[in-house]
C-alpha cells in the first residue's frame, strides 16, 4: 500500500490534536507516515504509533522551528522525490496552507486547503470535500496532477487509535540557506488562560460587540462548559479581547462540535470563520440577527440574563 | 534565473544599495474579487466561479496598498506599482488602488485565463512582478487572503516562484537596513520576524486604516499609466493557465440546503434553563 505523508503539527514535540485526526484520516488513503521536523520527536513518537504511522521521518534539525515555513516544504518535497506517496496531508491552518502551498510550486503538485473530509474516491485517488462561499455550497475536488497536497481543517475527523510500530527513520534532507531567510527573532507567549486552544476545541463560545465590553458573562459559560473563548471582529477592534481569539474571515477559522454565539449579529465575515461548527447555538437581543438563521437553537434575550442562568443550569446539571 | 543572480545588484556597492533604499519601489498584487453582499454561484457550464456579479478591489488588498503608500510616503521617494490578473473590468480595482495614491498599474489580461487556480495566478503575476521590476523586486506586498477565494496561498506561491523569503500576517512593518521586520500574532505567541531584502510581506487587516480616495486623488488617477499585458507579453504559454490547465479539478458541487430552521426560544426569564436543556439534550453535558 502507498505511504500517505502527514506533516506533524508540532511544538518542540508536543503535538497539536490536527495530527492525530490527519493520521486517522491518512489510514483511508494508505499507510500514514509521519513527518517531524525539528526536536521532540521521541515525545511525539508515542502518539505516532497510536494513531497509525507505520513510518516516522523524523528531521532533527533543532534551528527549523526558527524559521517560517519554507523548511518544511523543502523537507516534504525531498520526501516526495524519495518515496512518491499517495497524498500529503497538511493541517489547514495559516503556517500549514503556506508550507502546502510552496510544496505543490516545489513539486508540481495540486494543492486542495480547508478540506473538511477526505476519502478514496472510485478510482481510489484522494477526494475531498469542501465547504465554500460562507457556507452556500458543497464542494467536493480531486488533484489531478502530481502528488495530491490535501489541507485539512483541524476538527474534521473523530480521531480513531489504530496502533502500528511507527519506526523511527532519520531521514537526510538539506536544508537551504535560501529556506532560512525569514527568521524568528523574538516570540512573546500569549498569557496562559487555562482555556482549549481555539481551533482545537470542541465548544467555542464567543462574545461580539454585544457584550458592551464585558466578557466575563461568556467566560464564565465557556469555562462551566469547558471550552475556549472566541470574540467578533467588534469586539477585538474595540480592544475587549486579543486578536488572536477572533473568529472570522480575518482571524481563526473555527470547526467545533458546539459554537455558542452571544451578542454576535451573523456578519457574513463572522459566518466564515465558524459556519462549518456541528451545532450552532445563539444568544441575541434581536430576533432579527442574521446570526439566528444559521442556529440549531437560539435564545431571543440579553445575554446578561441568559448567559449567567445557563451556566448555573450547566454546574448544576454536570454535579 | 535564480534567486541569488536575482539579488545581486543589490549587493554591488553600499552606496548603491543606500540608495535603493532610500527609493523603495514596491509592487503590491491587487485583486478584483466579487463583491462579498452579493450572491456568489457556480457557473453551470464548467464548475467554475460566476463572475458575472459585481467586483470591486478586494477589501483585504487596501491593507497593502495603503502600507506601501505610507513605506515611500516616510521614505520621501519611491514608486507604488499596483498588479492585477483578472478580466477586464479587473481595471476597477487597480483605479480604486491609483485613486488611493498607487503611481501606476499593470494588469494582465487574456482570455486564456478564465477559470485559472492559484498555481496558474502565482505564475503570471510572478511574471509580472518579474517584469514590472526588470527582474528584480525589492519588496513585494499583498493582501492576507482574497475575499472570496480565502485560500491564502497565492503570497506563499509567488514567494516561491519568485525564489523571496515571505513573511507573512503581518500585523505590522518596517523596512530599513536592507530588511523586512514584521510582527504578527501567532496561535501561542506574538512574534517578530526579519527577513533579508527583496522580500514578500502579506499584511492583514490590523496593520493599519486604508484611506479614502481624495477627490485630487481620484482626479490625478486618470491620467496615471496602466499597462495591459497579455501571456505572450508575459512569456507565459497559454496551456499553462485556465480552467484546462488546473491541478486540481471540482468533481461536483451542490448548493447546500439552507439550515433547517432551528428551535428560537423568546426569553422570559429562562431562557438559560432552556439552552442548558438543550445542550443537555444534545449530550454536550
Ligand atoms: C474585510 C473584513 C474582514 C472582516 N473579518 C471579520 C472577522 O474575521 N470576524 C468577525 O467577527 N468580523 C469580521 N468583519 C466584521 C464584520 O463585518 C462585522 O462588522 C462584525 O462581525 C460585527 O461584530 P458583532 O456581531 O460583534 O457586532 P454587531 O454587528 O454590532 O452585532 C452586535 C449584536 O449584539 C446584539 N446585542 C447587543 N446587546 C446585546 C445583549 N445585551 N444581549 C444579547 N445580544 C445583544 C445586537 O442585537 C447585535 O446583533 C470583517 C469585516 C471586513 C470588512
Ligand atoms: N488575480 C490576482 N491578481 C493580483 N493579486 C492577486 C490575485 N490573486 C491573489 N492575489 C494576491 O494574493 C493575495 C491572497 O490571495 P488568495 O491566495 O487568493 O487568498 C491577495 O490578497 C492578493 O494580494
Known amino acids: 500500500m502507498a505511504e500517505v505523508l502527514v506533516l506533524a503539527d508540532h511544538a ?27 526536536p521532540g520527536a521521541d515525545t511525539a513518537q ?61 513539486s508540481g503538485s495540486g494543492l486542495i486547503t480547508d478540506a473538511v473530509d477526505v476519502r478514496a474516491g472510485d478510482d481510489g485517488a484522494p477526494e475531498t470535500t469542501q465547504s465554500v462561499f460562507a457556507g452556500s455550497y458543497t464542494v467536493t475536488a480531486k488533484v489531478t496532477t502530481g502528488t495530491p497536497i490535501i489541507c485539512v481543517k483541524p476538527n474534521s475527523a473523530a480521531i480513531e487509535a489504530s ?157 | ?49 460566476d463572475r458575472a456579479v459585481d467586483g470591486l478591489l478586494s477589501e483585504l488588498d487596501e491593507y497593502a496598498v ?33 485613486q488611493m495614491g498607487a503611481d501606476k498599474g499593470v494588469h494582465v489580461q487574456d482570455e486564456a485565463l478564465h477559470g485559472s487556480d492559484a498555481v496558474a495566478t502565482s505564475l503570471v503575476l510572478a511574471k509580472a512582478v518579474e517584469k514590472a521590476t526588470d527582474g528584480s523586486p525589492e519588496l513585494v506586498l499583498t493582501g492576507m487572503s482574497s475575499t472570496d477565494g480565502v485560500m491564502g496561498v497565492v503570497p506563499a506561491m509567488l514567494a516561491e516562484r519568485l525564489g523571496l523569503p515571505q513573511v507573512t500576517y503581518a500585523s505590522e512593518l518596517t523596512v530599513g537596513d536592507g530588511k523586512v521586520t514584521i510582527r504578527r500574532d501567532g496561535d501561542t505567541a506574538s512574534e517578530t520576524i526579519e527577513a533579508s531584502l527583496p522580500a514578500l510581506v502579506s499584511v492583514t487587516d490590523q496593520i493599519n486604516e486604508p484611506r479614502y480616495p481624495s477627490f485630487k486623488g481620484i482626479m490625478a488617477a486618470k491620467k496615471k499609466p496602466v499597462e495591459a499585458w497579455s501571456l505572450a507579453d508575459l512569456g507565459v504559454d ?12 471540482v468533481v461536483s458541487f451542490a448548493k447546500r440546503p439552507p439550515r433547517e430552521q432551528g428551535q428560537l426560544v423568546t426569553d422570559e426569564g429562562d431562557g438559560g434553563t432552556k439552552l442548558a436543556e438543550f445542550l443537555s439534550a444534545q449530550k454536550f453535558l
Open chain 1, 12 to 38: 518542540g514535540g508536543r503535538l497539536r490534536k490536527a495530527t492525530a485526526e490527519l493520521l486517522t484520516l491518512a489510514r483511508r488513503l494508505g499507510e500514514p507516515s509521519a513527518v517531524h521536523v525539528g
Open chain 2, 66 to 98: 495603503e502600507e506601501a503608500l505610507k513605506i515611500v510616503e516616510a521614505a520621501g521617494e519611491g514608486e507604488v506599482t499596483v498588479v492585477t490578473v483578472g478580466p477586464g473590468a479587473a481595471a476597477d480595482a487597480l483605479k480604486k488602488a491609483l
Open chain 1, 46 to 106: 508515542k502518539t505516532y504509533a497510536k494513531y497509525g504511522a507505520h513510518k516516522v521521518y523524523v528531521v532533527d534539525d533543532a534551528d527549523a522551528g526558527s524559521y517560517l515555513v519554507a523548511p518544511q516544504a523543502e523537507v516534504l518535497a525531498q520526501l516526495i522525490e524519495k518515496v512518491s506517496p499517495a497524498a500529503v496531508l497538511i493541517p489547514s491552518n495559516a503556517a500549514g496552507k503556506e508550507i502546502a502551498a510552496r510544496l505543490a510550486i516545489k
Open chain 2, 1 to 49: 534565473m535564480d534567486a541569488d543572480a536575482r539579488r545581486e545588484p543589490w549587493r554591488e556597492t553600499t552606496d548603491r544599495r543606500k540608495e535603493d533604499e532610500a527609493r523603495m519601489n514596491i509592487v503590491v498584487c491587487v485583486k478584483y474579487v466579487p463583491d462579498a453582499q452579493s450572491e456568489r454561484t457556480f457557473q453551470e457550464s464548467d464548475n467554475t466561479v
Open chain 1, 163 to 319: 496502533p502500528e510500530a511507527g519506526a523511527v527513520e532519520s531521514v537526510d534532507v538539506t536544508i537551504s540557506d535560501a529556506a532560512k531567510a525569514a527568521k524568528i527573532t523574538d516570540a512573546q507567549p500569549k498569557k496562559a488562560t487555562g482555556r482549549p486552544e481555539l481551533t482545537e476545541a470542541a465548544i467555542v463560545v464567543s462574545g461580539g460587540r454585544g457584550t458592551g465590553g464585558d466578557f466575563s458573562p461568556v467566560e464564565e459559560f465557556a469555562d462551566s462548559l469547558g471550552a475556549a473563548v472566541g470574540a467578533s471582529r467588534a469586539a477585538v477592534d474595540a480592544g475587549w479581547y486579543p486578536h488572536s481569539n477572533q473568529v472570522g474571515q480575518t482571524g481563526k477559522q473555527v470547526s467545533p462540535q458546539l459554537y455558542v454565539a452571544a451578542g454576535i449579529s451573523g456578519a457574513i465575515q463572522h459566518r466564515a470563520g465558524m459556519q462549518t461548527s456541528k451545532t450552532i447555538v445563539a444568544v441575541n437581543k434581536d430576533e432579527e440577527a442574521p446570526i439566528f438563521e444559521l442556529v440549531d437553537f437560539g435564545v431571543v434575550g440579553d445575554l446578561f440574563s441568559v448567559l449567567p442562568q445557563a451556566t448555573a443550569e450547566v454546574k448544576k446539571r454536570k454535579g
Open chain 2, 238 to 249: 497559454a496551456g499553462d493557465v485556465g480552467l484546462d490547465a488546473a491541478w486540481t479539478a
